[in-house]
């Protein structure tokens, strides 16, 4: 089984800076696309950024293009996701998800997810 596990949460002021890590193990994390959602209260969970299995190639919702960086280690089984410039709706948890399909938007494609870190970016 797939365990991820995520860290790096935190409380932060707006236009401040997080990064959140994701550490993967139990199967070989190469062959996984890896991404990140997050989720507030009575709101479904929503995509943010994702990476393929060689880290070349990135996808990220609009509202965090140019402020959120998505980046994997495959050698240390690691993704992480960059978080600057944050805004205070950027508030939610983070949780970070593995996937072996293809439409990496998709919360429904995923087969693995961790349990959450909160973050919260205060005004």
Known sequence: QVQLVESGGGLVQAGGSLRLSCAFSGRTFSIYAMGWFRQVPGKEREFV??????????????????????????????????????????????????????????????DFWGQGTQVTVSS
Do not use: H
């Not at 060689?54 to 994997?72: A, C, E, L, M």
């Not at 495959?74 to 508030?91: G, H, I, R, W, Y």
């Not at 948890?93 to 439409?103: E, L, P, Q, S």
């Open 49 to 110: 950024s994702a990476i393929d299995w060689s880290g070349g190639n990135t996808y990220y919702t609009d509202s965090v293009k140019g402020r959120f960086t998505i980046s994997r280690d495959n050698a240390k089984n690691t993704v992480a996701l960059q978080m600057n410039s944050l805004k205070p709706e950027d508030t939610a948890v983070y949780y970070c998800a593995a996937t072996r399909r293809y439409y990496y938007r998709a919360i429904t494609e995923y």
